[in-house]
């Protein structure tokens, strides 16, 4: 088993910054890829951004230039920065952790609102 825990985010005005940061814990030998999928009221959760254990990261066109994410191995942890940020970017942000054969770990969710 593998736990994720989130921390960051909150309510910011647009053309703000936030920052995101998770944690993993427990079994994480086969984790190899960790990253962020959000989910905005009445919409299905997709991919924000995604690290391997080898720092290639794949990027949602809607966050590309904005967003950058980032992991340190030896800490299990996975940082999301999001700067320029804009109201389509409410929703609840979502760690994920993925094994080499497609076991996913979800965290519990963290708020980010961007609004006047």
């Known amino acids: 088993q593998v736990q994720l825990v989130e921390s960051g985010g909150g309510l910011v005005q647009p053309g703000g910054s936030l920052g995101l940061s998770c944690s993993a814990s427990?079994?994480?030998?086969?984790?190899?890829?960790m990253g962020w999928y959000r989910q905005a009221p009445g919409k299905q959760r997709e991919l924000v951004a995604t690290v391997t254990v080898s720092h290639i990261t794949v990027y949602a066109e809607s966050v590309k230039g904005r967003f950058t994410i980032s992991r340190h191995n030896a800490a299990n942890t996975v940082y999301l920065q999001m700067n320029n940020l804009k109201p389509e970017d409410t929703a609840v942000y979502y760690c994920?952790?993925?094994?080499?054969?497609?076991?996913?770990?979800w965290g519990q969710g963290t708020q980010v609102t961007v609004s006047t």
């Open positions: 427990g079994s994480l030998l086969d984790i190899y890829t």
């Open positions: 994920n952790a993925a094994t080499t054969y497609e076991l996913h770990y």
